[in-house]
């Protein structure tokens, strides 16, 4: 029978340790002997998260961090906080400038786009080479009429992100604080990818981008002729797209034969090699008719230039497929 924690084989421990923050892990078990400093170390997926760590040990702890990370070498790493002051604080740390390499995975909530993008992009640091995984959420800029958004985004869907496989990017519009009632401006941002270099010859190695939460109502937006013309040219290798939103402002639609064109160009030689589509569509106003005929240009467009089979394809959470 066994009555020691110490007792328990790997496995049982590693399931147990999933049930801590590393904070809490690192506080409790690291040190106890080796076998445990081994499992920590070598066998544990380390996540941490920022916001866990109280106050008056911060400073503390990360000095802690520094050391682990140091006996843990090349392992994987995951962060994630939604505290902009104590992400730019161990971002700018120089004990762990060399320690980033390791950063695989990182989760933001609520930061403002330039800090990210100074991070991510910081030449001593380079996340840009390392990055496997990014999930911001709720990013939004520090300045009203501010560019860092589209700064960021498009910098992120470029050859630069070398090891970038899924992105998740959710924006917010900017608010002083002081706006409510009427006075509140429009909560939906439009993202148009501005400054991605149309000449660029390497591509994004992205295999998922999600903009905006798709189970949400309209927050992030992108339009048809962003996303046909700039940003699919550009993702080669993805294989799954969710968008919040598409709107097709400034695109009008005709009826051909019985099949819906839009009078835009589309770029229809793109690499299309998608096998999981969840869009929604965004119609100023309750057009049923447009709406409608949205629907069947996304379902014409991405059927028709898509090289392989799409497996799963939602617009607006039904299946264009069945």
């Known amino acids: 029978m066994i009555t ?62 520094n050391h682990f990370l140091s006996l843990r070498k090349n392992y994987p790493l995951s962060m994630n906080t939604s505290n902009e002051q104590r992400f730019t604080l161990i971002m700018n740390d120089n004990l762990f400038q060399d320690k980033f390499s390791k950063l695989k995975s990182l989760t933001l909530f609520d930061i403002h786009a330039g800090v990210i993008c100074d991070a991510i992009f910081d030449k001593r640091i380079k996340l840009y080479k390392t990055l496997e995984k990014l999930i911001l959420q709720e990013i939004s800029e520090a300045e009203e009429h501010g560019q860092d958004i589209e700064r960021l985004c498009s910098q992120l869907i470029s050859s630069k992100m ?99 064109q839009s009078t835009i160009k589309t770029n229809a030689t793109i690499p299309i090699n998608l096998k999981f589509i969840k869009i929604r569509t965004h119609v100023e106003t309750n057009n049923e008719h447009m709406e409608e005929e949205n629907k069947q240009l996304l379902k014409n467009f991405f059927l028709n230039n898509n090289s392989s089979d799409v497996k799963t394809f939602y617009i607006n959470d039904e299946s264009v497929l069945e």
Do not use: A
């Open 162 to 260: 070398k090891s970038l496989k899924y992105l998740n990017i959710n924006v917010k519009s900017y608010s002083c604080g002081c706006e409510i009632g009427i006075q509140s401006r429009d909560s939906d941002v439009n993202l148009e990818f501005l400054y991605l270099s149309d000449k660029e010859k390497s591509f994004s190695n992205l295999e998922t981008l999600i903009i905006g939460d798709i189970h949400l109502e309209d927050t992030t937006k992108v339009s048809f002729h962003t996303l046909t013309e700039k940003l699919l040219p550009h993702l080669p290798k993805l294989e799954n797209l969710m968008i919040n939103s598409i709107h097709f402002n400034g695109n009008k639609f005709q009826l051909t034969h019985g099949t819906h």
């Open 4 to 65: 020691k924690f110490e007792q328990l084989p790997n496995e049982l421990i590693l399931n147990c340790f999933i049930y801590f923050n590393f904070y809490e892990l690192y506080q409790s078990f690291f040190g106890l002997n080796q076998r445990i400093n081994k499992l920590m170390l070598y066998q544990t997926d380390i996540i941490i998260d920022l916001d866990s760590i109280p106050n008056g040990d911060l400073l503390t702890f990360y000095y802690k961090l």
